[in-house]
C-alpha cells in the first residue's frame, strides 16, 4: 500500500495514498478533522487545549473515554464496545494510552495522549473491519505522527493530493474545498495583520471560462471570496508572468492603515500542464513585515510550481 504525507492544523501523519480529508472543525481551545477512504471514515484527530500546569493525566482522560463510547453506542443503539486491550503507549515521545475496542464487525484502536509542548490533550481514533489487514497501517501512522513543531520548523498542511509547508507561527482561520476553487486561509500568530492563502482548481479553463477573465477571477474569488472578511482592498490588479516556463500572472494591491503603514497585497497564480489553476497570496504591513514576506510567498509559490 502507498502512503503519503498529511497535515492539517499542526498535525502530520503517513497515511495511506486513498485516504482524504472529509470534515475537519474547531477553534483555538479545540478542534478535530476526519480521513475517509472510499467507503467509510477511517481516523479522526480531535484536541483539546490544557495549559500545562492543569495537564490532565492520559490515563484518566482514557477512563473517561471508554466510559462516554459506551454511552455514545447505547445512545445510537450500535452494538456495546468492548475493551479488548490496554496498555500504556509512548506517542511522539509523549506518554499516552492505547486502547483497542470491539463492537460488531468494527475495530477501534485510540490512542490518548499530552503534548506539553502545545498544552494539548490527542485523541486519535482509527477504524477498520475485523477481517482486514490493518496492523502495518497502523503502525505506519502511529510511528510518524507529528504533533508539535521547534522553533522555526514549518508545518505541513495537505489539500488534496498537493502539500505546502509554511511556518508553523500561521493558524487556519478558513478553507473551502469544493470541485470548483478551494482555497485555505492562515493568520501569523504574533502578526495579527500577516494573512497567507494558497487556491486552487482542478480544470483552470472551465473557471476562466467562467468568470470571463483572471482579473474578474482575482476581484471576486480573491478579493470577496477569500479576503473579504479578513481585509478590505480596493482594486486587484495583475500582469502576466512566466513562471518556470508555465502561463502565470503576478497580482497585487494595497491600502495605507491610521498608522501609516501600507497594507500589501502580493500574490501569483498559474495554469500547469494538467489544466489545474494554482495560487498563493501574501497581506502583509509593508515597513514590519516587508522582507519576511517576500521570502515566505516566494517559498510557497515554489512548492506549489514542483507540483506541476
Known amino acids: 500500500m502507498e502512503f503519503k504525507p498529511f497535515g492539517w492544523r499542526h498535525f502530520e501523519a ?181 494573512l497567507l492563502s494558497v487556491f486552487y482548481a482542478p480544470f483552470s479553463s472551465r473557471i476562466l471560462r467562467d468568470f470571463g477573465s483572471v482579473d474578474k477571477l482575482l476581484n471576486k474569488f480573491v478579493k470577496k471570496d477569500i479576503l473579504g472578511k479578513y481585509a478590505k482592498f480596493g482594486k486587484i490588479k495583475s500582469e502576466e508572468k512566466k513562471l518556470n516556463g508555465l502561463r502565470g500572472h503576478e497580482f497585487s494591491s494595497s491600502i495605507m492603515t491610521f498608522s501609516f503603514d501600507r497594507i500589501m497585497l502580493k500574490g501569483y497564480l498559474f495554469v500547469n500542464e494538467k489544466d489545474r489553476l494554482l495560487g498563493a497570496l501574501i497581506v502583509f504591513p509593508k515597513k514590519k513585515y516587508g522582507e519576511k514576506a517576500q521570502k515566505t510567498i516566494k517559498n510557497v509559490l515554489n512548492q506549489l510550481l514542483s507540483h506541476t
Open 14 to 194: 503517513n497515511v495511506p495514498e486513498d485516504w482524504g480529508l472529509t470534515k475537519e472543525g474547531g477553534s483555538k481551545g479545540q478542534g478535530f478533522f476526519q480521513l475517509e477512504d472510499r467507503y467509510n471514515v477511517r481516523m479522526e484527530v480531535a484536541w483539546q487545549y490544557a495549559p500545562f500546569e492543569k495537564a490532565p493525566d492520559p490515563y484518566e482522560t482514557f477512563n473517561n473515554y471508554v466510559k462516554d463510547l459506551g454511552k455514545k453506542m447505547k445512545k445510537l443503539k450500535l452494538p456495546e464496545p468492548t475493551l479488548v486491550k490496554k496498555e500504556e503507549y509512548e506517542v511522539y515521545g509523549h506518554e499516552g494510552m492505547h486502547g483497542l475496542f470491539k463492537a460488531g464487525v468494527w475495530v477501534n484502536s485510540t490512542y490518548i495522549w499530552y503534548c506539553e509542548i502545545m498544552e494539548k490533550m490527542f485523541t486519535l481514533t482509527l477504524l477498520h473491519k475485523v477481517d482486514e489487514e490493518f496492523n502495518d497501517i497502523e503502525r505506519q501512522i502511529v510511528e510518524s505522527i507529528k504533533c508539535h513543531y521547534k522553533p522555526g520548523e514549518k508545518a505541513l498542511w495537505t489539500m488534496y493530493k498537493m502539500g505546502v509547508r509554511i511556518p508553523a507561527d500561521f493558524y487556519l482561520v478558513s478553507a473551502r474545498f469544493t470541485t470548483g476553487l478551494s482555497y485555505i486561509l492562515w493568520r501569523n500568530k504574533e502578526e495579527q495583520q500577516v
